[in-house]
């Protein structure tokens, strides 16, 4: 059974600091692009980082360029998402997915429950 689990999130002032953590059973995590995805309130599920199986190639939404950094540990099967000077716009839940298509985070075999993070003003 392939599992994502995701974990890290919760509630943060604007200007902190976050780290998410997917880690992953049940499939070969090594060989697969991951990435994260947010959801806010009545909006539409959107890209937020991707990162290539080898982690050569990362790509990231505007609004999360140098502020997020993805990465991934392919021996412990975990993806991470640093996420730093936080906004209220953040505030969303997050969701790990593996097997995307990191040009349009697209595919997505594979996905975790999610963990909501909030940013308060």
């Known amino acids: 059974e392939v599992q994502l689990v995701e974990s890290g999130g919760g509630l943060v002032q604007a200007g902190g600091s976050l780290r998410l953590s997917c880690t992953a059973s049940?499939?070969?995590?090594?060989?697969?692009?991951m990435g994260w995805l947010w959801q806010a309130p009545g909006k539409e599920r959107e890209g937020v980082s991707c990162i290539s199986w080898n982690g050569v190639s990362t790509y990231y939404a505007d609004s999360a360029k140098s502020r997020f950094t993805i990465s991934r540990d392919n021996d412990k099967s975990t993806l991470y998402l640093q996420m730093n000077i936080l906004q209220p716009e953040d505030t969303a839940m997050y969701y790990c997915?593996?097997?995307?298509?990191?040009?349009?985070?697209?595919?997505?075999?594979?996905w975790g429950q999610g963990t909501q993070v909030t940013v308060s003003s």
């Open positions: 049940g499939l070969t995590f090594g060989d697969l692009n």
């Open positions: 997915a593996a097997a995307l298509n990191c040009r349009d985070y697209k595919g997505g075999a594979y």
